[in-house]
């Protein structure tokens, strides 16, 4: 469990990003870091970590993502003074620091495996909220902000599509830990056959 200056800490950095993201257009918004949070927290109650850097982390991941507009995102130094002016410990921020560097899908690590326990964690908590209904959702809201069609005849056109074919179908594979295997597992079905039913409906299937 926390301290009384961690819980706070975290209830401070959750109350800005909520604010910081609440609007943002493409599925990276506050609703989304609930999700990861949540997820992250119970994946870290089946596999162990330091629970506060597990948080804080799923909590500020997305604030560097270069998937975001500039008036959203926040450069590595803003968030690491941010993290510094909520009086976290300076370990800490480097195990943050690293950690929100290095989950996404192409900054990865280079034989796909975060740092740390706490890295996996987190990493399998985004990949989660990027398959199953809600990153479904995610997919259509981002395609919706960026105007992306949702598929298309050209093979090198960027669709939604190819996007839940090419990308997020791989996601089950790619988790760290038991647990989010095992959560990836049922969500992946779910996506699966979303895809082949949307597919048999828009005439996209040779049968």
């Known amino acids: 469990m926390h301290d009384a200056k961690q819980q706070k800490q975290l209830e401070t950095a959750a109350s800005f990003v909520s604010n910081r993201l609440k609007f ?4 990276h918004d506050s609703a989304h870091i609930d999700r990861v949070h949540r997820l992250a927290v119970n994946i870290a109650s089946h596999e162990g970590g330091s629970l506060f850097v597990i948080e804080m982390a799923a909590i ?5 993502d270069e998937k975001l507009s500039e008036e959203w995102k926040l450069s590595k130094s803003q968030l690491e003074h941010q ?6 410990d300076s370990l800490d921020i480097c195990y943050i620091m690293d950690i929100v560097s290095t989950m996404s899908f192409r900054h990865r690590h280079v034989q796909n495996k975060p ?7 987190v990493q399998d908590a985004d990949r989660l909220d990027a398959i199953g209904a809600s990153g479904l959702a995610r997919v259509f809201t981002y395609a919706g902000a ?5 598929y298309s005849n050209d093979p090198h056109q960027g669709t939604v599509l190819n996007h839940m074919e090419e990308k997020l ?4 594979e790619m988790m760290n830990t038991t647990t989010g295997s095992q959560l990836a597992s049922e969500r992946h079905k779910f996506m699966c056959l979303f895809i082949k039913t949307w597919k048999e409906e828009c005439g996209l299937t040779d049968e």
Do not use: R, S, Y
Not at 24 to 27: I, L, S
Not at 83 to 88: G, N
Not at 169 to 172: G, R, T
């Open 83 to 88: 993290l510094l002016q909520w009086e976290v």
């Open 146 to 150: 960026k105007n992306e069609p949702h």
């Open 24 to 27: 943002e257009p493409t599925g």
């Open 60 to 64: 500020v991941h997305d604030l560097m």
């Open 169 to 172: 179908l791989k996601l089950k």
């Open 115 to 121: 740092i740390t326990l706490e890295g996996a964690i």
